[in-house]
């Protein structure tokens, strides 16, 4: 992929959200990312996709504040939400795999709600789990929310998103240090 760009700024969209709740974080994201996208106009300008970017950070923010707030269904409602929108489209027929990790993001914050208090290892890093399960969720909506938008706005094929399946995945850190980076 030519000119792609990876941020740091999803992070602070979670740790927003997981500070100051769904709607304080949703609009402190917002607010932020726009301010540096109008500071650098020259993007705004050629870059239709740069424009509504900030939303998918305020995405973030939003199902991340509601995670920790203890409003666990409402907080899965948008990442599913988007995983329906992605079944409905032609290239997510096709690439139907794609959302495997959102899927299974979804899957880890609803069992581990379910099961925290029931096995001695989560309760003692109770605390740390779930706050891995809430960011887990919250990027994973704001990876999805982009991916649709780059399919409607740039009409991209099935092709593109076949070649980048396991590129997200391999950006986690791994214990030994692989998986920084993928060039």
């Known amino acids: 992929m030519e000119n792609v760009k990876i941020s740091s700024t999803l992070i602070f969209g979670t740790l927003n959200g997981l500070l100051l709740g769904p709607v304080y974080g949703a609009i402190v994201s917002l607010a932020a990312i726009s301010v540096h996208r109008i500071v650098h106009v020259d993007m705004l300008l050629n870059n239709p996709f740069y424009l509504i970017s900030p939303l998918f950070i305020a995405s973030a923010s939003l199902v991340a504040g509601l995670a920790i707030t203890g409003k666990k269904k409402r907080a899965i409602i948008l990442p599913c939400l988007l995983i329906a929108i992605w079944f409905a489209t032609g290239v997510g027929r096709e690439v139907f795999y794609y959302p495997w990790l959102h899927v299974l ?26 706050l891995f399960a809430c960011s887990l969720l919250a990027v994973s909506t704001d990876h999805l929310a982009g991916s649709l938008s780059a399919l409607f706005i740039f009409d991209l094929g099935s092709s593109m998103y076949k070649e980048v399946i396991f590129v997200y995945p391999r950006q986690l850190p791994l214990p030994d240090g692989r998986g920084l980076n993928v060039n």
Do not use: A, P, Q
């Open 105 to 130: 993001s979804i899957v880890f914050f609803l069992t581990f709600t379910r099961i925290e208090n029931k096995i001695s290892f989560f309760s003692k890093n109770k605390g740390y789990l779930y």
